[in-house]
């Protein structure tokens, strides 16, 4: 059986669910070794520890991904456990619903501070250590289709999307010299435990969807690990919408 990700080291944030824990999973199955963040400390052992019970290597790093001392002893604990770091995800992320004409500036700002700054600061690290390394690698982003269409009571999370896939194209001028690609992948609708406690979310979605029906966790995950991969090292400032195309024809939920 062969592991493509053997002897290769990655960083993801928001990975106690969800996406970001089906990306370490997989990632881990096919042979990297994972250093898994989530800010909820329970959460992030327990994914580490679901890893590890299946033959994985997984160390947890629980924490808030957007403060710069986490991120820091993210990338530290990748070098000093497993001697290096290839792969960066930040896929830390807060949505907060409202409507523009009331959203307040507190719900801004905490919108920003990680999907932002925790997006552009864990890759402003990640790239020092790969760069140190002297081995390149790989960093991806997690936008979303609201970057691409317009949703309702959703102004600020979109516009925070948007920005990471320009923060994608815009890396590729400094970090391409150094062998490190950047891409984004821009999940649609995505069935997860969070969104399945919505009422008649994936009916809705499923009625909507040309595809049929809504993403699965293993549908983004295979999108995020094919970019991560050697086989992607020629792609770069891209991002990869996910969505059973939705965006192509984008009716409103």
């Known amino acids: 059986m062969t592991h493509p990700f053997r002897d290769k080291t990655a960083v993801i944030t928001g990975a106690g669910q969800g996406i970001g824990l089906e990306i370490a999973s997989r990632l881990a199955a096919e042979g990297a070794s994972v250093v898994l963040n989530d800010v909820d400390k329970n959460l992030a052992h327990e994914a580490a520890e679901r890893i590890t019970a299946k033959g994985g290597r997984c160390t947890p790093v629980p924490g808030d991904a957007s403060e710069e001392a986490v991120i820091e002893h993210l990338v530290h604990t990748a070098v000093e456990t497993?001697?290096?770091?290839?792969?960066?995800?930040?896929?830390?992320?807060?949505?907060?619903?409202?409507?523009?004409?009331?959203?307040?500036?507190?719900?801004?700002?905490?919108?920003?501070?990680?999907?932002?700054?925790?997006?552009?600061?864990?890759?402003?690290?990640?790239?020092?250590?790969?760069?140190?390394?002297?081995?390149?690698?790989?960093?991806?982003?997690?936008?979303?289709?609201?970057?691409?269409?317009?949703?309702?009571?959703?102004?600020?999370?979109?516009?925070?999307?948007?920005?990471?896939?320009?923060?994608?194209?815009?890396?590729?001028?400094?970090?391409?010299?150094?062998?490190?690609?950047?891409?984004?992948?821009?999940?649609?609708?995505?069935?997860?435990?969070?969104?399945?406690?919505?009422?008649?979310?994936?009916?809705?979605?499923?009625?909507?969807?040309?595809?049929?029906?809504?993403?699965?966790?293993?549908?983004i995950a295979e999108a995020v690990l094919f970019l991560v991969s050697d086989a992607a090292r020629h792609i770069t400032g891209q991002c990869l919408v996910v969505d059973g195309g939705w965006t192509a024809v984008s009716p409103e939920p």
């Not at 307040?104 to 932002?116: E, G, Q, R, T």
Request: aromatic share 8%.
């Open 82 to 219: 497993y001697g290096r770091l290839d792969i960066a995800i930040p896929n830390a992320g807060i949505t907060l619903f409202g409507p523009f004409l009331d959203y307040p500036l507190s719900s801004f700002n905490a919108l920003l501070k990680v999907n932002l700054a925790g997006t552009f600061f864990l890759a402003q690290a990640a790239a020092r250590q790969m760069i140190t390394g002297g081995r390149g690698g790989s960093l991806l982003f997690m936008s979303s289709v609201t970057g691409h269409q317009a949703h309702r009571d959703l102004a600020a999370y979109g516009m925070s999307k948007a920005a990471i896939e320009m923060l994608a194209r815009s890396l590729v001028i400094e970090l391409s010299p150094h062998g490190i690609n950047v891409n984004a992948v821009a999940p649609g609708a995505t069935l997860t435990s969070r969104t399945l406690d919505t009422p008649g979310y994936a009916r809705r979605w499923s009625e909507i969807t040309p595809m049929g029906r809504a993403a699965t966790t293993v549908d």
